[in-house]
């Protein structure tokens, strides 16, 4: 009962925050209504037994990605403008292709007899984890270091100002 | 299972999530809401993997794959807000419709 009430004001919270995003006209209600999305996502891992990752979820998206986000409206938009800072177009077609998957979806998600796991766990998971990323997915693990070593170098190289008269001899 | 919550419950929150991702990738014109609207979408597919992890008899594979998408999310949002600044520095806006400089 006490699971079903944070449940569902969870769930409030991170339906109610990504309609915000996903409808607002003022780019940073959007940008700020991101934060509240992605705690109402962390609350719901640490229901699922999901304890590592959701404080991986803290750091990585409220700590990293929601910020850089923050740094890069702050930087880009005249956002003083509200009425063209967060231009939408073509709502209602969007509206009706959006209300028309979540349809599928809810048909699919109950009619499909899902396998369940007879026994649920429930305890600390960073000990499985780790041996898991020292183990089985090893390799995966160290794709992974040089996927964010490329990122890092591309977002370097990217984002530098374009010397125009290197360009022009 | 804990407190009468079933896997659909989650399911359910996490399509909700995606259809609202979905709407925002689809209707919005400014590059950083498009982004937005697919950071929306996974992590509805976050929360996917760790109910199925969870009610599916509890091996970590679900949360080694999170932790995969959480990492490929950090180095999209990276790299695409890098190529919204280089294109802001050039074109002065980040409205999707005026950036056309490469349609024939």
Known sequence: MVAQA????????????????????????STFALLGAFMGVVGIYVLLAADFVAMVQLLVYVGGILVLTIFAVMLTQGIADVTISNRAVARAPALVISAVAAAVMIFAVFKTPWHQGAKVMVGPTTYGIGNAFLDTYALPFELASIVLLAALIGAVVISRPIDRRAQEQ | MPGGLTLNHFLVLSLIVFAMGL??????????GILMGVELILNSANINYLAFAFYGGGRYDGQIFTIFVIMLAAAEAVVGLAIVLAIYQDLRTIDVDATETLSG
């Open chain 2, 23 to 32: 709407f925002c990738v689809m209707s919005r014109r400014n590059a950083i």
């Open chain 1, 6 to 29: 944070i449940f569902y004001l969870l769930a409030l919270l991170t339906v109610g925050s990504s309609a915000v995003v996903a409808f607002s006209r003022n780019i940073v209600h």
